[in-house]
């Protein structure tokens, strides 16, 4: 079985397929890419089932040694790019592209000037262990293959079935830095727990990205908070990835792929699953503006 060598790796990169959904009745979350649509498209770049894995890096500092000869892709957030050969040589490699790798080739990738998690996938996918039938690991549970270390040696698998796709078309970049990335939300379920006025406090204003988000969800603060007229405790009950979790304070908590399966807040709206994936590429200080389509 051929490998990949982590020489490199900065903290919070870990592999991630399609998650584990059909727990959900036991307090288990599915998980998975938390941009889901980077990491479908590296697959299909390199020929890969869906369900193949892929590294998801934060901000792309990580450093990979091919330990044999190894079809990758990278997409994500963009980041620069550079392919070492055993000899000092390099060649840079363009982003979206399908690239091929000798072996003692590193494969070295910098921080992004947008967004937050690029997406590495080998042809036939990174065989680590799978548990409870994935390969991914959930920072909320702890559950999963543990993130990545320097020094881990990867298997790659099997999990390949096509033709590589050198002309994959990347989705629209996100906006430069201090433009707000637009996300476009489904009112509802429980939008009737907040004065009409919610509509102006989530839309017409900027929403900013606070530093404690991660995996589990982007936080979030603004100048007006939403306001609830239904003041009374909510039951806990089922979230879905995307949601908009109302807290006392007023500021919407957006979850992403390790949230919680139940909640006891209100959920004000629901983000589109395009939407989802761009709020996965924010970074803390990022701008939000919320688009309500329904």
Do not use: K
């Not at 390949?160 to 050198?166: I, K, N, T």
């Amino acid at each position: 079985m051929s490998t990949v060598t982590v020489m490199q790796v900065g903290p919070g990169s870990s592999i991630q397929d399609l998650g584990r959904p059909g727990f959900s009745d036991m307090g288990l979350g599915a998980a998975g890419a938390a941009d889901r649509g980077a990491a479908a498209l590296a697959n299909r770049m390199v020929g890969n089932r869906p369900e193949a894995a892929v590294l998801e890096a934060l901000l792309a500092s990580v450093t990979l040694r091919a330990d044999a000869h190894v079809v990758a892709a990278v997409t994500g957030a963009p980041c620069p790019a550079d392919i070492v050969r055993p000899d000092g040589r390099v060649r840079g490699a363009a982003p979206y592209a399908v690239l091929t790798l000798a072996p003692g080739d590193e494969l070295r990738l910098g921080m992004p000037d947008t967004g937050l998690r690029s997406y590495v996938a080998v042809r036939g996918g990174f065989a680590v262990e799978s548990v409870l039938g994935s390969r991914s690991w959930d920072s909320l549970a702890r559950l999963g293959p543990a993130p990545l270390a320097a020094g881990d040696v990867v298997p790659v698998g099997t999990d390949a079935d096509g033709w590589p796709v050198v002309d994959a078309v990347p989705p629209p970049p996100l906006p430069d830095p201090g433009v707000p990335v637009v996300l476009d939300v489904v009112a509802g379920p429980r939008d009737d727990w907040f004065t009409p006025e919610w509509r102006a406090a989530l839309t017409d204003q900027v929403h900013r990205v606070t530093p404690d988000s991660d995996r589990v969800g982007v936080r979030t603060t603004a100048d007006r908070p939403l306001v609830r007229v239904i003041t009374e405790e909510l039951p806990s009950e089922g979230v879905e990835t995307g949601s908009l979790q109302v807290p006392p304070e007023g500021h919407p908590v957006l979850f992403l792929a390790d949230h919680p399966v139940t909640g006891g807040y209100p959920v004000v709206a629901v983000l589109t699953p395009t939407a989802v994936d761009r709020a996965a590429q924010l970074r803390p200080g990022d701008a939000i503006r919320y688009r309500l389509t329904a």
